[in-house]
């Protein structure tokens, strides 16, 4: 089918959808609750399904890991917007100009909000959203990753099961579909991925003035200061960054720490995989990469930093290969000695690969260097020195920062997640998000005497002394 005709298909649907929104009553407190309780209910009934659905779709994924980040964040994310949803719809009471006029901000739903979702987190990152979007009233089309066919289609076969076609649509294919669906002139259009494709994603959203959340990425760096313990650090770094195998967009993508700390944190790390990771190959709790393109990629970017003089210290356990390209698996791999020609260094590595780049002139040097480049999903800072943690967050611009630990905040319902710059724009999570997928609307009513507009009605004769002394004064 070609795109038009995909285009058209999805266009039927979407103007389905926004007759049923525009033609009815704003969604009650109680239908927005049941919906975001529906949804929960799907993620817990089906909840074996799809764990073994990402499973297949990754060739191996850990089942603990589809349980904590994809299944209970996402159903604790839905149930907090469902505990606090009457708190945020109250219309909030603005200050006025005179007695007697009363003036407030009436939150009002958007309409139909369209969500273009990944693969690494594949429920996460899809009913994740739909907190924000059922809280505030909207309904949602989804389109999920052609990358995980086996959770995509279970989604799709499921939630008619739950929703009726007017409130959650999931929209399945390929590119071309994820382009037609990217067309679409929704009232407002979700997208998490790649900064490349977010471009694609906004340029089209544009055609039709339609507002988007872009959910990038980019290089999340981790700096070590000279006060760090780095035990801990690498113990932390390397939790997240074996957690998915490293295919997070709030990964670490690179290390900055002091020359002196190199060597320390090589052993720590190497500690850290023993104790942690005594084989890799066999062992259910580590997750394969997604796909032979991905894992190739990877081996690239190892062989690219290899040429340009790095030097690569595989994590791998004794007797176990550094990859495999039957599991697809690679060892978390430390790539010492980077520089800026090597791809690792310019790309984002959504992978278990840590590139260590050492500073010498202080912390100082570390933000000159973070700041020569695009602005971060997250940053992350390792150090008890107050004023240093304060530099940091102040003369750093990321989406989020975390001090001594990595990607804490993405759990924290009160706080907003997002980017700024190539890392996205716009942010959602708790109370943050359902204020995206809200159209703060202002309600005024006139006092009696309409003294604010008396000052615009001619003649202006009488009233121009007065602006003129305002004016003077």
Not at 20 to 26: A, D, K, V, Y
Not at 118 to 131: V, Y
Not at 196 to 211: F, I, Q, S, W, Y
Request: aromatic residues 8%; glycine residues 6%; hydrophobic residues 40%.
């Amino acid at each position: 089918m070609s795109e038009q005709h995909h285009f058209q298909a999805l266009s039927h649907i979407l103007d389905a959808m926004k007759k049923h929104h525009r033609h009815n009553e704003p969604a009650t407190a109680a239908l927005r609750r049941d919906r975001l309780m529906r949804s929960a209910a799907l993620i817990r009934d089906n909840h074996a399904a799809l764990t073994a659905a990402i499973g297949r779709d990754f060739g191996h994924r850990s089942g603990y890991q589809t349980q904590a980040a994809d299944l209970i964040t996402t159903i604790n994310m839905l149930t907090h917007s469902a505990e606090k949803l009457e708190q945020w719809m109250q219309p909030e009471v603005a200050e006025v100009p005179v007695p007697g006029m009363q003036a407030w901000i009436e939150p009002q739903p958007l309409g139909v909000v369209g969500i273009i979702s990944p693969w690494n987190f594949p429920i996460n990152l899809a009913f994740g959203p739909l907190a924000g979007v059922f809280a505030a009233g909207n309904t949602s089309m989804l389109k999920p990753s052609e990358l995980t066919p086996f959770t995509s289609e279970l989604l799709a076969e499921r939630v008619p099961h739950y929703f009726d076609s007017n409130e959650l649509v999931v929209a399945l294919g390929d590119a071309k579909v994820g382009q037609a669906f990217s067309q679409l002139p929704f009232d407002h259009l979700v997208f998490t991925g790649s900064t490349a494709v977010g471009r694609h994603v906004m340029r089209a959203a544009a055609e039709n003035l339609v507002p988007v959340t872009l959910e990038l990425g980019g290089k999340s760096p981790v700096v070590l200061d000279t006060d760090a313990d780095i035990s801990i650090a690498a113990e932390r770094i390397l939790t997240i960054k074996t957690f998915n195998a490293g295919q997070i967009c709030i990964s670490p993508d690179y290390v900055l720490l002091p020359e002196s700390s190199e060597a320390d944190f090589v052993d720590a790390a190497k500690r850290f995989m023993h104790e942690s990771y005594p084989t890799l190959q066999g062992n259910v709790d580590y997750t394969a990469i997604i796909n032979d393109r991905h894992y190739h990629r990877l081996l690239m970017l190892l062989d690219d930093a290899a040429r340009k003089g790095a030097n690569i210290i595989s994590l791998a356990p004794d007797n176990e290969p550094d990859a495999d390209p039957h599991s697809r698996k690679i060892a978390p791999h430390l790539i010492l000695g980077v520089t800026e020609e090597m791809l690792v260094m310019q790309e984002e590595i959504f992978g278990p690969l840590l590139p260590l780049k050492t500073y010498t002139a202080g912390i100082g040097e570390a933000i000159r260097y973070i700041n020569a480049g695009p602005r971060p999903l997250a940053a992350y800072y390792f150090g008890h020195d107050t004023e240093h943690q304060r530099h940091i967050a102040t003369r750093t611009t990321s989406g989020a920062l975390v001090i001594n630990d990595v990607m804490t905040h993405a759990a924290i319902d009160s706080l907003p997640f997002g980017g700024i710059g190539a890392s996205g724009t716009g942010a959602y999570h708790g109370i943050h998000g359902f204020r995206r997928f809200s159209h703060a609307k202002p309600v005024v009513v006139q006092e009696s005497a309409g003294m604010t507009n008396l000052r615009l009605r001619a003649p202006y004769q009488d009233k121009a002394a007065v602006a003129e002394a305002f004016l003077n004064n």
